[in-house]
């Protein structure tokens, strides 16, 4: 049974770090890219960042604000989020996709999705 599980979420003022961890079970992690999603109220999911062993792409509005890294030996991909802004505030999911083609940007490439987290950052 395949499982990802988000955490670290929470509320956060301007300009504050958050680190968010999503633990997967169930398949082999390290074969498989490993993305982050979030959605904010009233607009689209959209990709922040994905991960293929040591491979990174970002989206722009995240760039040199966020790192994403992820542990094979924990089975656990994270999220460093820094200097948060207000418009970072939404459901932050993490996803995994089988496949060799990079990099992955859309919701549709994912086969596996965690339940997500709330990110709630204050002006």
């Known amino acids: 049974q395949v499982q990802l599980v988000e955490s670290g979420g929470g509320l956060v003022q301007a300009g504050g770090s958050l680190r968010l961890s999503c633990a997967a079970s169930?398949?082999?992690?390290?074969?498989?890219?490993m993305g982050w999603f979030r959605q904010a109220p009233g607009k689209e999911r959209e990709i922040v960042a994905a991960?293929?062993?040591?491979?990174?792409n970002y989206a722009d509005s995240v760039k040199g604000r966020f790192t994403i890294s992820r542990d094979n030996a924990k089975n656990t991909v994270y999220l460093q989020m820094n200097s948060l802004k207000p418009e970072d505030t939404a459901v932050y999911y993490c996803?995994?996709?089988?496949?060799?083609?990079?990099?992955?940007?859309?919701?549709?490439?994912?086969?596996?999705w965690g339940q997500g987290t709330q990110v709630t950052v204050s002006s």
């Open positions: 169930g398949f082999t992690f390290s074969t498989y890219t």
């Open positions: 996803a995994a996709s089988w496949g060799h083609s990079w990099p992955k940007l859309a919701e549709y490439e994912y086969n596996y």
């Open positions: 991960i293929r062993t040591s491979s990174t």
